[in-house]
Each structure stands twice: as structure tokens, then as C-alpha cells.
């Protein structure tokens, strides 16, 4: 089970750029991974998911938010980023790290992204 951990949240205004980090407690693109992926939820709605990464390294992304934002991975810092650019104030949310194993589902704790117009 990997334990990830957010970070690179904050307020920022419409337009501007922010890059979330998820950080891993060990190696995240071995065999058994799906996909890594970066969810949002606001209050009263449900978590969404924002964007994949998969174990060969394609990527999908929300209608929402392509073009704007563009999810990557450094195997060897096992951190998973998320540059999110243009943002909007409909961008608002906090924003999970997920991995995705053949046996396992990990979550982090969030990251607080506001946007502000």
C-alpha cells in the first residue's frame, strides 16, 4: 500500500498557474499499477476525475480542463505532478492523488486549489 501526499496548492487568480506534487512512499510505475490520477471534489459534489497517467505513460484528461492542464511523472523522485494552467474559478476544489493497482486503491489527503476571479 503507498502512501501519497499532495502539496502545491494555494490561491491563485483567473489565469494564473499552479503545479501539484504528489509525492509517493515508494515506487509508483512498477508492473501492478493501472494509472496514477489526480480527482477534485467541492463541497455538495461528487470527486471527479481530473486527469490519468497510465503504467506506459499515456495520459487523459477531463473535457473540462484539456488544453489547460497537463499531468506528468518523475519515476525517479516517484512524484506525480499535475500543471494546471489558465485556471478558472470553476478550477476550485480540492485535488486528490490516486493510485490505481491491480489490488489496490491509494488516495492522499488533498490539496486546496482556489481560484479566484
Known amino acids: 500500500q503507498v502512501q501519497l501526499v499532495e502539496s502545491g496548492g494555494g490561491l491563485v487568480q483567473a489565469g494564473g498557474s499552479l503545479t501539484l506534487s504528489c509525492a509517493a512512499s515508494?515506487?509508483?510505475?512498477?508492473?501492478?499499477?493501472?494509472?496514477m490520477g489526480w480527482y477534485r471534489q467541492t463541497p455538495g459534489k461528487q470527486r471527479e476525475l481530473v486527469a490519468k497517467i497510465t503504467r506506459g505513460g499515456s495520459t487523459i484528461y477531463t473535457d473540462s480542463v484539456k488544453g489547460r492542464f497537463a499531468i506528468s511523472r518523475d519515476n525517479a523522485k516517484n512524484t506525480v505532478y499535475l500543471q494546471m494552467n489558465s485556471l478558472k474559478p470553476e478550477d476550485t476544489a480540492v485535488y486528490y492523488c490516486?493510485?490505481?493497482?491491480?489490488?489496490?486503491?491509494?488516495w492522499g489527503q488533498g490539496t486546496q486549489v482556489t481560484v479566484s476571479s
Open positions: 490516486n493510485a490505481n493497482y491491480r489490488t489496490s486503491n491509494s
Open positions: 515508494k515506487s509508483i510505475f512498477t508492473l501492478n499499477l493501472n494509472y
